[in-house]
């Protein structure tokens, strides 16, 4: 008895900490399509011709909400099962990639490019021996799950893809052997609209979505929206990090990042990371983490924004180290308060170059708390100096020194 009890315990725990390791965005369609379902089974709604994706209703009567309301219904508990169980580790991915708020613009514009497809698609072949096109009622979320299989297997840089651990195929054919599978092993399948998730992850892939995609600067003013303020104080919620756009995009102009040779995922991942105008940024994304730009909530993390605190000049940085052997030690207090002004000044003349002002008074109260904390003054003053001001990049300075 004791043992089953523990065993249920454990299981609780883990179901717990998986749950807890899906992002925000994620999680909320996995909540939000469980409810729809659940609300669907309780009142027994079961029109979904009145919801799901019909090229007839949207020509005819300019029906556009089928083309949302079509990927969050699901006709079975089997059929939203299968495709949230799909989601999580799709989606946990790509967030943790792109950020919460992107991924929610990305899967919006591919709900839409594949109702777009769709509808084409369906327009030119109306008639045909297998399907009336214009009347096949299309729903659930696996459509936008092709595109992110699409999306996710370019951005991982893999040559090849497991099916169902059977098997490994070229990454590039992942997708349509997928799509074949489905349709043979599933009945009431929607193949127009698996195909049509497939090619919009495609476009998305090769870049020809980028004239779609906003600046950074549209994400950023997202987050800062009041109406987000509780979702965005969320720890599962994923900034998005900006920079440019297209840095994300695999496109195939750039012969580094296509997604369908082989690669190491972190290696192309990085190379996708956007590029700034200045040295000092390009610096500070080398030593980030390729994989997860957005900046998730962590406890007591310091958020420097200092555009020169990472981007140490290096013959200052020998000087530090060379100034904090003892035999040098003598010599640089020797030298007198007149260059470490000067060097103060030339600090704060280039925190106020970035935008960042830096007064002395300011200066000195960090200067006195580094001196209370342990460390040698004369070491302490050339350390903030050349974190410019910064005294957490300070102390990083001085534990190497005395590392």
């Known amino acids: 008895m004791r043992s089953n009890i523990v065993t249920e315990a454990g299981l609780q725990t883990r179901v717990s900490q998986w749950w807890e390791g899906i992002p925000f965005l994620t999680s909320a369609i996995v909540i939000l399509c469980g409810i729809i379902y659940l609300g669907c089974l309780l009142t027994g709604y079961d029109s979904f011709a009145e919801i799901c994706f ?3 209703a949207l020509v005819s009567h300019f029906q556009v909400y089928r083309i949302f309301t079509a990927t969050i219904f699901h006709g079975s508990l089997l059929h939203v099962l299968f495709n949230m169980l799909t989601l999580v580790p799709l989606g946990t991915e790509l967030e943790r990639i792109m950020g919460s708020v992107r991924l929610l613009y990305v899967i919006i ?10 509808l084409c698609i369906a327009l030119v072949v109306p008639r045909n021996p297998y399907a009336d096109l214009m009347n096949e009622c299309a729903i659930g979320f696996s459509g936008i799950l092709f ?3 699409v999306i996710e297997t370019s951005l991982s840089g893999v040559s090849t893809r497991s099916v169902f651990g059977l098997f490994n195929v070229p990454a590039k054919w992942y997708p349509w052997l997928l799509l074949v599978v489905f349709q043979l092993l599933m009945t009431n399948v929607s193949l127009l609209g698996h195909l049509c998730g497939i090619l919009s992850g495609f ?9 779609l995609l906003p600046g950074p600067s549209f994400y950023s003013s997202i987050e800062s929206a009041s109406f987000l303020s509780s979702c965005v104080r969320r720890p599962k919620f994923i900034m998005c990090t900006g920079g440019n756009l297209s840095g994300y995009i695999p496109t ?3 012969p580094i990042s296509s997604g369908l040779i082989p690669g190491n995922l972190w290696r192309n991942i990085s190379s996708w990371m956007p590029q700034r105008e200045t040295a000092s940024s390009q610096n500070l994304q080398s030593t980030q983490d390729g994989r997860f730009p957005g900046t998730g909530r962590t406890l007591g993390a310091v958020i420097n924004q200092s555009s020169g605190a990472v981007n140490t000049d290096s ?7 060379d100034n904090s052997s003892p035999d040098r030690l003598s ?4 030298t007198g308060t007149g260059q470490l002004s000067n060097t103060r000044h030339l600090a704060l003349d280039n925190a106020t170059a970035v935008g960042q002002p830096l007064n002395s008074g300011t200066f000195d109260e960090e200067l006195k708390k580094l ?3 342990g460390f040698e003054k004369t070491q302490a003053e050339v350390a903030l100096t050349a974190a410019e001001g910064n005294p957490s990049v300070a102390v990083e300075i001085l534990m190497t020194q005395q590392g």
């Open 371 to 373: 001196v209370a904390m």
């Open 54 to 56: 019909l090229p007839s």
């Open 252 to 254: 195939h102009t750039n």
């Open 109 to 118: 514009l591919l709900a839409t490019t594949n109702a777009v497809f769709h």
């Open 147 to 149: 595109s992110m299989i």
């Open 203 to 211: 476009a998305y892939a090769y870049g020809l979505f980028n004239y």
């Open 315 to 321: 013959s200052l940085q020998a000087r530090l180290l």
């Open 331 to 334: 010599e640089t207090t020797a």
